[in-house]
């Protein structure tokens, strides 16, 4: 679907995005992962034909991207960082016209609806909280039915229960067999929604990897519990592939003498330091 | 193409919600009015006080050319605050990857506005004019200055970083009118140093008629759009 091989490009005579090369399968949801300046956003940039004066090769569905044309933006959706919409026109009327430019469209009252702005679809843009911008710019990018979605930070500035509800639309779009690009510096909705992904820092993959074997990859998770002996509280932990061999867990089982037990595997943010020496955040 | 016509209905849109760009349309036709009868006017007040023949009248062409100037400036001008105000709300960004494409947002933005705004000349001058022209001449300079235009948007557009920025560097690219006048103070080879404003050889071309004028406000003209363009590509990709 997506194939980028020894990509490079940068603003300015000094290098950025160097020997950039992964490719993305059909149906997956891929993740940049990195800090904010690392590149994601001109990674996306590239991805979407915005920038094209680059070295390397880019493909999005065999399309190279220094070619994208009209009938090329008919088939992405690209919700960016931040909003882009007419502050003087309500939420539908926004809706309404960015629909226009394309040939076919979904149904606009069903996406607000989606989003739970069916009360505030007529207001106009500038009486919106930041989150109902977001929301609303995220069903812009859907509003044409694309097979290929790149979204930026999509829960950035949303509270949990609407973050929520967009990373269940995420999903959905995903069950429908769409490809979506998640450009994102929060580990949580990476680890969440993504098949993949990619560690970006300074403009370089680190490592591209599932959340779940790169979290692996760290070692076994750790069991820690808590038992009663002659009246007292103890503490201990074991490596979660070494519980069979642990006398002291056993016997607190066989006793049912365990008060507590806890597993704690590393996340995704734990793994991003490890290989890059940087924090997500 | 259906995009396109849809975009350039969103600037229309844009514009009638702004009750200063609205008045600015205007301006074209309220300086038309005063020009063809209040220039007139002060003429024969003028040269009665002063007891000459002729003051103002023999700078009749002068205005004719400002006012083929001002009416594509002001659509430009009008134009580019709409731009502004997409770029700060990050609009012209999203619309570059919809069906519209780049191109096709500069088209219903520059492309169809330097057309109206030519047409537009075309009714102005020809309503309003204080001396003959020519249809062949007429057409000449208001494509001209139409052109001229089109850089003049680029320009203000890619110097400045919102609305409020955008009407000072529009103030400063009035400039650009200085060429109209010299070719009527200056003679000599003096005047050849407003060679670089494509203002100067439309005024030239007005006058004189002859072939270099012509190449050279082309010439001037491509090369200050070409000058323009690497800025303003830069920052619609921003």
Redesign the interface.
């Known amino acids: 679907m997506i194939k980028v091989k020894d990509l490079a490009f940068s603003y300015t005579p000094k290098p950025f995005i160097e020997n950039v090369t992964f490719e993305v399968n059909n149906g997956e949801i891929f993740g940049f992962l990195g800090p904010s300046g690392a590149g994601k956003s001109t990674l996306q ?1 590239i991805l ?4 094209r004066h680059y070295t390397g090769s880019v493909s999005v569905n065999g399309v190279n991207v220094k070619s ?4 090329f ?2 088939m ?1 959706g ?1 919700d ?1 960082e ?8 309500s939420g539908n009327e926004n809706l309404i ?2 629909a ?4 076919n469209h979904r149904d606009i009252d069903a996406l607000i609806k989606s989003v739970g702005l069916q009360f505030d679809a007529n207001k106009r843009v500038y009486e919106y909280s930041k989150g109902m911008k977001s929301r609303l710019n995220f069903i ?1 990018a859907l509003l044409h039915n694309p097979e290929i979605l790149f979204l930026d930070e999509p829960t950035n500035g949303l509270d949990p229960s609407n973050a929520l509800m967009m990373k269940d639309i995420i999903r959905l779009e995903k069950s429908k067999g769409k490809t979506i690009i998640l450009t994102t510096h929060n580990m949580q909705d990476a680890t969440e929604l993504c098949d993949r992904v990619a560690f970006i820092v300074d403009g370089k993959i680190r490592t591209i990897g599932t959340p779940r074997n790169l979290i692996m990859s760290r070692g076994a998770a750790q069991i820690t519990y808590s038992y009663i002996d002659e009246s007292l509280e103890k503490f201990a932990s074991v490596s979660i592939d070494s519980t069979a061999i642990d006398p002291s867990l056993l016997a607190a089982i066989s006793c049912n003498k365990l008060s507590s037990i806890h597993s704690s595997e590393p996340s995704l943010n734990d793994i991003f330091i490890e290989i890059t020496g940087r924090s997500l955040q | 193409m259906k ?1 396109i016509l ?2 350039f209905r ?1 600037l229309l ?2 514009l009638s ?1 702004d009750g200063m760009l609205i008045v600015l349309m205007f301006v074209p036709i309220l300086a038309g009015f005063f020009f063809r009868f209040g220039i007139p006017y002060l003429e024969g007040i003028i040269t009665q006080a002063m007891a000459q023949t002729s003051v103002l009248s023999d700078y009749y062409l002068l205005f004719d050319l400002f006012l083929a100037t001002i009416t594509p400036y002001m659509f430009c001008f009008a134009v580019t605050m709409t731009m502004l105000d997409e770029y700060d ?3 012209i ?9 780049k191109n ?1 947002y500069i088209i219903s933005r520059l492309g169809i506005s330097t057309i109206i705004s030519f047409l537009v000349s075309l009714l102005v001058v020809t309503f309003f004019s204080l001396t003959e022209w020519t249809l062949g001449k007429l057409i000449c300079v208001c494509f001209l200055t139409s052109v001229l235009c089109i850089g003049v948007a680029m320009f203000i557009f890619t110097k400045s970083r919102n609305k409020v920025e955008g009407i000072a560097v529009a103030k400063l690219s009035g400039i650009v009118m200085l060429g109209l006048i010299v070719p009527f103070f200056l003679s000599g080879n003096v005047q050849f140093l407003f060679g670089l404003f494509p203002t100067f050889w439309i005024a030239r071309l007005t006058i004189e008629t002859d072939i270099l004028s012509y190449v050279m406000v082309i010439t001037v003209s491509v090369a200050w759009i070409m000058g323009v363009k690497i800025g303003f590509d830069r920052k619609m ?1 921003q």
């Open positions: 940039k979407t034909g915005v920038l994208a044309n009209a009938a933006y008919e992405i690209v960016f931040y909003p882009s919409l007419y502050e003087k026109l016209y960015f226009s430019l394309y040939k812009k | 995009a849809t975009s969103m849109k844009q919600k709300k990050h609009i960004g999203h619309l570059t990857i919809t069906p519209l494409t096709g990709a």
